[in-house]
Protein backbone atom coordinates (compact mmCIF):
# COMPACT_ATOMS: atom_id res chain seq x y z
CA UNK A 1 0.00 0.00 0.00
CA UNK A 2 1.56 3.71 -1.06
CA UNK A 3 1.64 6.44 1.60
CA UNK A 4 -0.27 9.55 0.82
CA UNK A 5 0.35 12.82 1.58
CA UNK A 6 -1.06 16.16 2.21
CA UNK A 7 0.30 17.24 -1.27
CA UNK A 8 -0.83 13.86 -2.91
CA UNK A 9 -4.42 13.96 -1.88
CA UNK A 10 -4.79 17.38 -2.87
CA UNK A 11 -3.29 16.29 -6.12
CA UNK A 12 -5.17 13.53 -6.47
CA UNK A 13 -8.60 15.58 -5.81
CA UNK A 14 -7.87 17.85 -8.38
CA UNK A 15 -7.22 15.39 -11.00
CA UNK A 16 -10.44 13.69 -9.84
CA UNK A 17 -12.23 17.22 -10.49
CA UNK A 18 -10.96 17.80 -13.81
CA UNK A 19 -8.42 14.77 -15.32
CA UNK A 20 -6.91 17.18 -18.06
CA UNK A 21 -5.48 19.66 -15.36
CA UNK A 22 -1.85 20.53 -16.54
CA UNK A 23 0.85 19.91 -14.11
CA UNK A 24 1.23 23.27 -14.13
CA UNK A 25 -2.53 24.11 -12.89
CA UNK A 26 -2.04 21.52 -10.47
CA UNK A 27 1.75 22.78 -9.15
CA UNK A 28 -0.04 26.31 -8.60
CA UNK A 29 -2.75 25.18 -6.88
CA UNK A 30 -0.82 23.06 -4.63
CA UNK A 31 2.48 24.80 -4.72
CA UNK A 32 4.73 23.05 -6.57
CA UNK A 33 6.35 23.30 -9.47
CA UNK A 34 5.31 21.56 -13.08
CA UNK A 35 8.14 19.36 -12.82
CA UNK A 36 7.26 18.16 -9.02
CA UNK A 37 3.87 17.81 -10.10
CA UNK A 38 4.72 15.17 -12.80
CA UNK A 39 7.01 13.27 -10.70
CA UNK A 40 4.31 12.91 -8.17
CA UNK A 41 1.55 11.60 -10.54
CA UNK A 42 4.19 9.26 -12.19
CA UNK A 43 4.67 7.73 -9.16
CA UNK A 44 1.09 7.59 -7.88
CA UNK A 45 0.37 5.87 -11.23
CA UNK A 46 3.26 3.12 -10.68
CA UNK A 47 1.88 2.43 -7.60
CA UNK A 48 -1.31 1.89 -8.66
CA UNK A 49 -3.07 4.90 -6.96
CA UNK A 50 -3.91 6.50 -10.29
CA UNK A 51 -5.10 3.71 -12.48
CA UNK A 52 -5.91 6.25 -15.47
CA UNK A 53 -7.54 8.81 -17.42
CA UNK A 54 -10.81 9.05 -19.02
CA UNK A 55 -13.89 11.06 -20.44
CA UNK A 56 -16.69 11.58 -18.58
CA UNK A 57 -19.61 10.61 -20.66
CA UNK A 58 -23.28 12.09 -19.69
CA UNK A 59 -24.92 8.67 -20.42
CA UNK A 60 -28.57 10.30 -21.29
CA UNK A 61 -26.68 12.32 -24.00
CA UNK A 62 -26.27 8.76 -25.63
CA UNK A 63 -29.54 7.69 -25.34
CA UNK A 64 -29.14 5.04 -21.90
CA UNK A 65 -32.09 6.94 -20.51
CA UNK A 66 -33.42 4.48 -17.71
CA UNK A 67 -31.37 3.57 -15.17
CA UNK A 68 -32.11 0.53 -12.56
CA UNK A 69 -29.97 -1.84 -10.47
CA UNK A 70 -30.44 -5.43 -10.17
CA UNK A 71 -30.10 -7.68 -7.22
CA UNK A 72 -29.38 -11.16 -8.65
CA UNK A 73 -30.17 -14.75 -6.05
CA UNK A 74 -27.98 -17.36 -7.92
CA UNK A 75 -28.17 -21.32 -7.59
CA UNK A 76 -25.84 -22.15 -4.47
CA UNK A 77 -23.03 -24.04 -6.53
CA UNK A 78 -22.43 -20.48 -8.21
CA UNK A 79 -19.11 -18.89 -8.19
CA UNK A 80 -18.81 -15.21 -7.30
CA UNK A 81 -16.76 -15.12 -11.21
CA UNK A 82 -19.86 -16.87 -12.74
CA UNK A 83 -22.19 -14.21 -11.29
CA UNK A 84 -20.16 -11.41 -12.76
CA UNK A 85 -19.68 -13.52 -16.05
CA UNK A 86 -23.94 -13.23 -16.70
CA UNK A 87 -23.60 -9.75 -15.85
CA UNK A 88 -20.41 -8.89 -18.15
CA UNK A 89 -22.47 -10.51 -21.22
CA UNK A 90 -24.77 -7.65 -21.46
CA UNK A 91 -23.73 -4.09 -22.38
CA UNK A 92 -26.51 -2.15 -20.88
CA UNK A 93 -24.48 -3.67 -17.55
CA UNK A 94 -22.52 -0.47 -16.74
CA UNK A 95 -21.29 -2.11 -13.27
CA UNK A 96 -21.87 -5.77 -10.89
CA UNK A 97 -20.60 -6.62 -8.02
CA UNK A 98 -21.07 -9.34 -5.41
CA UNK A 99 -22.33 -8.33 -2.47
CA UNK A 100 -23.27 -9.75 1.61
CA UNK A 101 -26.60 -9.69 2.52
CA UNK A 102 -29.76 -11.31 1.02
CA UNK A 103 -28.85 -11.17 -2.86
CA UNK A 104 -25.17 -12.44 -4.43
CA UNK A 105 -24.66 -9.90 -6.65
CA UNK A 106 -25.86 -6.33 -7.37
CA UNK A 107 -25.89 -4.93 -10.96
CA UNK A 108 -25.77 -1.20 -12.45
CA UNK A 109 -27.93 -1.09 -15.52
CA UNK A 110 -28.26 1.81 -17.99
CA UNK A 111 -30.82 1.67 -20.76
CA UNK A 112 -32.24 3.27 -23.83
CA UNK A 113 -35.89 2.99 -22.42
CA UNK A 114 -38.05 0.67 -19.69
CA UNK A 115 -38.58 -1.47 -22.35
CA UNK A 116 -34.78 -2.13 -23.49
CA UNK A 117 -34.10 -2.31 -19.51
CA UNK A 118 -37.13 -5.20 -19.17
CA UNK A 119 -35.45 -7.48 -22.08
CA UNK A 120 -31.96 -7.35 -20.19
CA UNK A 121 -33.51 -7.93 -17.24
CA UNK A 122 -35.30 -11.02 -18.98
CA UNK A 123 -32.17 -12.56 -20.22
CA UNK A 124 -30.38 -12.11 -17.17
CA UNK A 125 -32.96 -13.63 -15.30
CA UNK A 126 -32.97 -16.37 -18.15
CA UNK A 127 -29.13 -17.59 -17.06
CA UNK A 128 -29.20 -21.09 -15.55
CA UNK A 129 -27.33 -19.87 -12.88
CA UNK A 130 -29.83 -17.30 -11.83
CA UNK A 131 -32.73 -18.39 -9.52
CA UNK A 132 -33.91 -14.73 -8.67
CA UNK A 133 -34.10 -11.37 -9.65
CA UNK A 134 -35.00 -8.12 -7.87
CA UNK A 135 -34.95 -4.91 -9.84
CA UNK A 136 -35.44 -1.01 -8.78
CA UNK A 137 -35.30 1.74 -11.01
CA UNK A 138 -33.35 4.90 -10.35
CA UNK A 139 -36.15 7.86 -10.25
CA UNK A 140 -33.33 10.59 -9.40
CA UNK A 141 -30.36 10.95 -9.11
CA UNK A 142 -28.82 13.38 -5.64
CA UNK A 143 -25.38 12.46 -4.71
CA UNK A 144 -22.81 11.19 -7.68
CA UNK A 145 -19.11 10.61 -6.78
CA UNK A 146 -16.12 9.36 -8.06
Given at each position: ????D?L?ERI???L?D ?6 A??G?RV ?6 V ?8 E ?8 A ?5 AL??T?E?Y ?5 AP?T???QV???A ?5 V??A ?11 H ?7 D????L???G??P?VV?T ?8 G??RS
Amino acid sequence: MTTLDGLDERILAILRDDGRASFAVVGERVGLSASAVKRRVDRLREAGVITGFAALVDPEALGWTTEAYVELWCAPSTTPAQVLAVAARHPQVVSAATISGEADALVHVRATSVHDFERVLERIGADPSVVRTKSAIVLSRGVQRS
